[in-house]
T-cell receptor, first 116, second 116 residues
Framework: DQQVKQNSPSLSVQEGRISILNCDYT??????FLWYKKYPAEGPTFLISISSIKDKNEDGRFTVFLNKSAKHLSLHIVPSQPGDSAVYFC???????????????FGQGTILTVHP | NAGVMQNPRHLVRRRGQEARLRCSPMKGHSHVYWYRQLPEEGLKFMVY????????ESGMPKERFSAEFPKEGPSILRIQQVVRGDSAAYFCASSPILAHSYNEQFFGPGTRLTVL
């Protein structure tokens, strides 16, 4: 039962262009969404997040968009840089008060390659 | 301030042996989470612990796996009688308080378990 899905296993983008990574979820109990970046042989590092009360959050080159009705979120990176090449994971948290607080549910990841 | 530390980074075991994975949370963090990443998949939640308490073990296999976070010392994930299917990367994360929001879970570099 894959509650968070990243349907694109990989994405290749030219340096300077926009990278758009997509994520869908099925569990309507999720109310906080996060993007993590992961390099080989390292643990995930937090990138950006968004609460379900918002539809957009921006931090420098990174913007996350949330469409609650479609249960879809996306991460935009612009302009893309070769150092952005990594695996990107979408993750979700359930709303507060539930017994699963703190329990991140991850998507399968998308490998982003940014070509110089 | 050292980050989350995991050791060993790589562990090789033969089928039937025991594997013990250690996680030292960031200083001041009293909440620990273990996640497992199988090849070509995202990270999957296993267990959430506070000092001397297991809060949520809904992601732990029912047999052979156990976790603890004693009053003193690191958190330990123990896998008894390992099988080839246990080969994976095991990540630990820690947080200072109840980690419901954004980037409060900090991940370690992971332990890569290989079962021969």
């Amino acid at each position: 039962d894959q509650q968070v899905k990243q349907n694109s296993p990989s994405l290749s983008v030219q340096e300077g262009r926009i990278s758009i990574l997509n994520c869908d979820y099925t569990n309507s109990m999720f109310d906080y969404f996060l993007w993590y970046k992961k390099y080989p042989a390292e643990g995930p590092t937090f990138l950006i997040s968004i609460s379900s009360i918002k539809d957009k959050n921006e931090d420098g080159r990174f913007t996350v968009f949330l469409n609650k009705s479609a249960k879809h979120l996306s991460l935009h990176i612009v302009p893309s840089q070769p150092g952005d090449s990594a695996v990107y994971f979408c993750a979700a948290l359930p709303n507060a008060g539930g017994t699963s607080y703190g329990k991140l549910t991850f998507g399968q990841g998308t490998i982003l390659t940014v070509h110089p | 301030n050292a980050g989350v530390m995991q050791n060993p980074r790589h562990l090789v075991r033969r089928r039937g042996q025991e594997a013990r994975l250690r996680c030292s949370p960031m200083k001041g963090h009293s909440h620990v989470y273990w996640y497992r990443q199988l090849p070509e998949e995202g990270l999957k939640f296993m267990v959430y612990l506070q000092k001397e308490n297991i809060i949520d073990e809904s992601g732990m296999p029912k047999e052979r796996f156990s976790a603890e976070f004693p009053k003193e010392g690191p958190s330990i994930l123990r896998i008894q009688q390992v099988v080839r299917g246990d080969s994976a990367a095991y990540f630990c994360a820690s947080s200072p308080i109840l980690a419901h929001s954004y980037n409060e879970q900090f991940f370690g570099p992971g332990t890569r378990l290989t079962v021969l």
